[in-house]
């Protein structure tokens, strides 16, 4: 079954408004076994919209639109999609009922043009809306179907999960389900040729994406069963590892940090840290895991003489160096009462930009158990990229802790 | 001159990644007078992409492409450009040359898979892209224009403003500004009845954004000469000035950290700042902001009693009030060695998510000049809402100054 989304709107094409519906409604039809083939914005324009509706009913089965539902004479989908169907619009009685008793609960007159809120044609179903005045439109005609949705994701999004999901995965009668492998270490390029033999599979699909937290391998898997799905994942998963060994880091929704806040969390260890160039965000990473507050000591950051003289560093005015990364990291340990100090500090140079030198210092008040290093990134992704490096070390540091 | 949009990957179509390129491209254009009339996305397959890059070709004059350009069989931007074209992709040595120096720079071997990034086709020339390893495409013929630009907007949008924007202003021969007034304290609603007159004017226009640092006016003037739109902005600018007055804290890029750092500086003071429930966050906003270094001192993540300690608060274990958190301020203040301390704190409940009061207090060490207040908000917006709420205030404490 091909899926094709239409976002209309004017305001999206200025780039007033950001579409965020196509988004959502993508990663809602990739776990209901529908293939989404295009997705496309046009604007408020009856010629360019019936042209693109017109395209997307002759190469897709299911056409979702999103917006144009609204009382303004700009609001144009359902008049467009009349026009594909060359049906009439017109005034159903229990929809004016409807939106006029939602003015009276308003307390308000129902401006005039909201009555086209109430209108149908023969091939259109109504789709109720319980957050807004525009219910939405279910038109099926041989065999195809077109579901027109409001535009505000107030609207839109309970709607979907409420009517349109449950109705759609019944039409498509097949389950996708996908895992998330992530890595660090390996280059894309790399990695994609150890994969390669993967990467050309059709059921189940692999594929490979660079993100901030090193590269992530997605397998998907398409089935009428979800038994079936989900083994043909456990299988690829288990080859993919073989593969890749100890540079996978996590599966789906596990971050970096939200590992680092469970293994600390189970060994009852506690954590604070000290940072410079990085300016709060180590600390805010490491705050935001749920529950933080049990392994969280806290964290300094640490951008003045004064504010490193707490950790008791009191060379401040000289170059920095590892070896005040590491007094940094057993300063802030003691300071904070923690089990486990992390420092992040960078050279002076940081801040014309010209080098991404920079040295982290992991003290864990056990000899031999510690971590540090001098490394180096492009200016523009250090201090993201020095965030999940520093905490890809602490994990390392916790596996044997 | 119309223009359609093209992003492409199938990590787009299954809503993995938000394509964020196209509104990016959408409001850049709109300023540079050029028409957007279309934006799709499409999936990594030739047969779908090549249908929709020639239609887009057909009935559009400049098309642009994100994505597609990386190392690996998924990425078809160049191949699918070369086909419509019906020319053929060969390796350019000078972009060879610096592909290898860059891998030389990165002290690792080339994968193979990299070497179509220095391929061209005669209709093309080469975009540098200085932050990666993908050159763009301006693939130039008949008088249209496709250009090819990198998925990654870390990539793509310094690519724009240097190289395309300029050159697609030039072929453009109109120009658009506008200037965008940044409000606190007025609802969306009170602002739309205060500019009702502007709001129904065409040209300029007028336009209301809520955003995280309150409201904005955005006006939008359309000429031949940009001395002519820049006085028909200024124009619009006294006169919604005079209507809003006060609750106008900035203009355009200006943040309110930017506007703090620059009053701090021009007033040779020093801040330093304490938070628990917002993480770094309100530290890192600071740190951010360019030549912090000469005005913040640094700050503390204190969510935990051995990290309020530090401070000299000793009654972390009990319930958080507005005299903790100007003890927090004054001890910062102090410990830092600031001229200013500020301090961001939660009532115990934060953590339920079930009410979102909180406190901050401004201490300036001068008696009378001390701001501080006990606040609510939604506990989905309390971290951000809280972040700029503080700064408005310093901002309001450094005007006395």
Do not use: C
């Amino acid at each position: 079954m091909k899926a094709e989304i239409i976002a209309s709107g004017t305001e999206l094409l200025l780039g007033e408004i950001k579409d965020t519906n196509t988004a959502f409604i993508a990663s809602r039809l990739a776990t209901q076994g529908i293939d989404l083939h295009f997705a496309s914005i046009v604007g408020d324009n009856y010629q360019r919209y019936l042209e693109l509706l017109k395209q997307a009913w002759k190469r897709s089965d299911v056409v979702i639109t999103t917006g144009g539902l609204g009382p303004t004479k700009g609001d144009i989908t359902r008049e467009v999609i009349a026009g594909l169907m060359n049906e009439e619009m017109q005034v159903d009685e229990s929809l004016k009922q409807n939106l006029e008793s939602y003015f009276i609960r308003q307390k308000s007159k129902m401006p005039e043009g909201n009555l086209k809120q109430a209108t149908l044609i023969p091939s259109a179903v109504a789709v109720p809306n319980p957050r807004g005045t525009a219910p939405g439109w279910w038109v099926e005609k041989s065999g195809k179907v077109i579901i027109a949705l409001p535009g505000p994701p107030g609207e839109m999004q309970p709607m979907w999960d409420s009517e349109i999901g449950p109705k759609l995965e019944k039409r498509s009668g097949a389950i996708i389900l996908s895992r998330t492998l992530k890595s660090w270490g390996i280059s894309e390029g790399k990695l994609d040729e150890m994969l390669t033999p993967f990467l050309s599979g059709s059921n189940p699909t692999t594929a490979i994406y660079a993100k901030i937290d090193g590269i992530h391998v997605r397998i998907t898997a398409k089935a009428v069963e979800r038994r079936t799905a989900g083994q043909m994942i456990l299988k690829a998963e288990n080859e993919i590892l073989k593969v890749l060994g100890d540079s996978v880091w996590g599966k789906d929704e596990e971050t970096l940090e939200s590992l680092v806040g469970k293994m600390l969390t189970e060994r009852g260890l506690t954590l604070a840290v000290a940072e410079s160039f990085s300016g709060g965000l180590l600390a805010s990473a490491l705050a935001n895991v749920s529950g933080s507050r049990s392994f969280f000591n806290g964290g300094l950051v640490a951008t003045s003489e004064p504010a490193r003289e707490i950790l008791g560093d009191h060379h401040a005015s000289s170059e920095t160096s590892l070896e005040t990364t590491r007094a940094l990291a057993a300063g802030v340990r003691t300071r904070f009462n923690a089990s486990i100090g992390v420092a992040l500090d960078g050279s002076r140079d940081l801040e014309t930009g010209q080098t991404g030198k920079a040295f982290f210092a992991i003290d864990t008040g056990i000899p031999g158990k510690n971590i540090d290093q001098v490394y180096q990134w492009r200016p523009q992704q250090l201090v993201s990229r020095s965030i999940m490096y520093v905490l890809f070390n602490l994990r390392k540091a916790l596996l044997t802790m």
